[in-house]
C-alpha cells in the first residue's frame, strides 16, 4: 500500500506535521513530513513478534514494534513505557527483584540479539556480568591481568584488543573485572 507523502505511514489515514529538526531515528529530515504521528510507529505490525533462527540453540522471538536506538523493544505496560523482553521475561518467570548498588540485576540476552523477547534466552544476571558477556566478552581473566601489568598507552590496548578504550580504562582501575 502506498502512502501519500504528508500521511502516517501506519495507514490511519491522518496528516502529519513537519518535523522541525532532523531525526535520525525517525528517519525525518527537517522541514519534511513526519513519517507518523506520535504513538503510531509501533502500529506497523499486526503482531507483537517473529520466531526466527539467529543462531542461538533455539529461535529468537524478534520484536517488530517500537524499538529504542539500541535495538531494544519498547513497549506501553501498565501505562508506561518499558523494555518488551522485560514485560516477556516477568510474564512467565515472575518479576525481576529490586536490586541496588553496585549489584544491579539487568536481563542478560544469552542470544546476543537485544530485539529478542524469548524469555527462554534471558537470565537474570548482575550488571557486571552482563558487561562482560556483552561489550567486554572479548577480555578474559588472563588478558585483563595482561592489561593492568602493561606500559602500552589505553589505545593501543584497546586496539590490540578489539574493545573500546573505556573497557581498557575500567580493567585497569579495577571498576571492572574486580575479581581479578
Same mark, same amino acid.
Given at each position: ?14 496528516? =502529519? ?24 510507529? &509501533? #502500529?506497523?505490525? @499486526?503482531?507483537?513478534?517473529? *520466531? ?30 518499558? &523494555? ?10 515472575? !518479576? ?9 540485576? *539487568? ?6 540479539? !537485544?530485539?529478542?523477547?524469548? !524469555?527462554?534466552?534471558?537470565?537474570? *544476571? =548482575?550488571?557486571?556480568?552482563?558487561? #562482560? ?6 577480555? =578474559? ?9 602493561? @606500559?602500552? =598507552?589505553?589505545? &593501543?590496548?584497546?586496539? #590490540? ?7 581498557? &580504562?575500567?580493567? #585497569? ?8
Amino acid at each position: 500500500m502506498d502512502i501519500p507523502f504528508g500521511f502516517c505511514h501506519c495507514g490511519c489515514g491522518n496528516k =502529519t506535521s513537519i518535523i522541525d529538526r532532523h531525526d535520525t531515528k525517525l528517519k525525518a529530515v527537517k522541514g519534511q513530513p513526519r513519517p507518523y504521528l506520535k504513538g503510531h510507529a &509501533s #502500529r506497523i505490525s @499486526p503482531v507483537d513478534y517473529v *520466531v526466527e533462527d539467529r543462531g542461538y540453540e533455539t529461535p529468537c522471538w524478534i520484536w517488530q514494534r517500537g524499538t529504542e536506538k539500541h535495538g531494544y523493544g519498547r513497549m506501553k505496560h501498565n501505562g508506561r513505557q518499558c &523494555s518488551s523482553h522485560r514485560v516477556y521475561y516477568e510474564r512467565v518467570k515472575g !518479576p525481576v527483584p529490586k536490586s541496588e548498588a553496585p549489584l544491579w540485576l *539487568v536481563l542478560d540476552h544469552l542470544c546476543r540479539v !537485544p530485539s529478542c523477547v524469548n !524469555p527462554d534466552h534471558l537470565e537474570l *544476571v =548482575t550488571q557486571a556480568v552482563n558487561r #562482560r558477556r556483552g561489550v567486554q566478552k572479548s577480555l =578474559t581473566a588472563e588478558i585483563v591481568r595482561e592489561i593492568r601489568e602493561s @606500559p602500552e =598507552t589505553q589505545a &593501543s590496548l584497546a586496539l #590490540r584488543f578489539g574493545v573500546a578504550q573505556s573497557c581498557i &580504562s575500567e580493567a #585497569r582501575r579495577g571498576v571492572s573485572w574486580k575479581d581479578v
